[in-house]
Nanobody, 124 residues
Framework: QVQLVESGGGLVQPGGSLRLACQAS????????MGWFRQVPGKEREFVGC????????ESADSAQGRFIISKDNGKNTAYLQMNDLNPEDTAVYYC?????????????????WGQGTQVTVSS
């Protein structure tokens, strides 16, 4: 079992930044690729980005390209999502997921473990 806990969400003005963290426990974190997703009420969970288990390879959704940066610190058992130039359309609950493969995935169903989510609200 892997337990994931997201943190770092909150209220931010348009154009601002937030850094989300996903703290893992329970298994060897370096064995897991990580993904970040977001969800708004009434919609499906949406891919934001993912990172390979050694942190060498990342992939981002088009909406995140050039604004969001994904990283992974295996020594701290933590994955990060640095979000810059936020806009109201980024408002959502953000989730991290873990899968026991080398590469991450854009598909929700490919992840074995999920955190409880952290709310991000972008508003003036």
């Amino acid at each position: 079992q892997v337990q994931l806990v997201e943190s770092g969400g909150g209220l931010v003005q348009p154009g601002g930044s937030l850094r989300l963290a996903c703290q893992a426990s329970g298994r060897t974190f370096s064995n897991y690729a990580m993904g970040w997703f977001r969800q708004v009420p009434g919609k499906e969970r949406e891919f934001v980005g993912c990172i390979s288990r050694n942190g060498a390879t990342t992939e981002s959704a088009d909406s995140a390209q050039g604004r969001f940066i994904i990283s992974k610190d295996n020594g701290k058992n933590t994955a990060y999502l640095q979000m810059n130039d936020l806009n109201p359309e980024d408002t959502a609950v953000y989730y991290c997921g873990a899968r026991s493969t080398y590469f991450g995935s854009r598909r929700v169903g490919d992840y074995e473990y999920w955190g409880q989510g952290t709310q991000v609200t972008v508003s003036s």
